[in-house]
């Protein structure tokens, strides 16, 4: 077998939307608290009321701050419910991969590389504030593999490895609910009757946000030294509010025709683990590239 064409640019293109949610959290500034006077320093004669200046008025509150509060709501937030990470093992789905990224017929049950496949044990060691590492392990301890076997599973390795951090770097901001930023300072929002958006500005990278009028988020659009990120993220709604189901992405990298845009498909399935929405099912469609798919299982929690 030939080694995999497996695509590799894309989870990193995709993971450099997360440096955006930077933008969301720069702190705001605060006075310093006023120093109070010394005890050495005279009183001051309080001033009669002929030549008392009037302090100026306090700034009015931002309203976008309450419609920031509003919209984030609505919205299942993991940090929130104390959420800080999970260990998974995931069970990739060798066949598709395989057929999908060869475009070959499926292969028999007993092809012997369905067999050096399976012998991989992979593990997730997800991080909701970023870090999350993949464990890949050879179970084969019968026979020595041939180079070609060494070769291919290394291919599999990196393309593994590379998808699910990939997959967790971007899904993360979503599942904490990060894309509504707390304050809206800094950030140039507007309301109409069909559309809220909230747009980002920082140096070479652009962020525009785009809400339904009923405050569903339909469009996280990245421009980032004239790399295109498009995200189309879809939800479905829970007791404990909207919960991210699935993404799709558009992207264009810097320097390549919009012909030759790279574009994903992302669905997810939970399962609930310690009270936790949980991936359970992924599936991930390169366009053109091939199709990867995960089982998650034997799952277990980190809480703040």
Known sequence: MNRLPFLQ????????????????SLPAQTPAPAQAPSATAPALAPPSAANQIAEPPAPKANPDNAWLART???????????LTGFDC?????WQTLVTSATHSDPLPADDPRLTLFKSIKVSIHAHMKGGSTIDWTDANQVNPLDQHSIDTLDGLHRTVEQMLEGFLQFWTPFIESSIVPDSANGLDITHTSTVHTIHAHQGDTELTEVFSPDLILEQFNVNMNGTSIKFAPSYKPTP???LVSGFRAHVVP??????QAQNMDVDLDYQTINGFPIPHRLNMDVIGTGKFNFTFDGCATSTK
Not at 9 to 16: E, T
Request: aromatic letters at 8%; zero cysteines; hydrophobic letters at 40%.
């Open 254 to 259: 810097a320097g390549t025709p919009p012909d």
């Open 9 to 24: 640019s894309a989870p990193r293109l995709l993971a450099l939307a997360v440096l955006t949610l930077a933008a969301f």
């Open 240 to 242: 404990n509010g909207l």
């Open 89 to 93: 093992d995931a069970h990739p789905d």
């Open 72 to 82: 984030s709501k609505l919205y299942y937030s993991s940090s929130k419910a104390g």
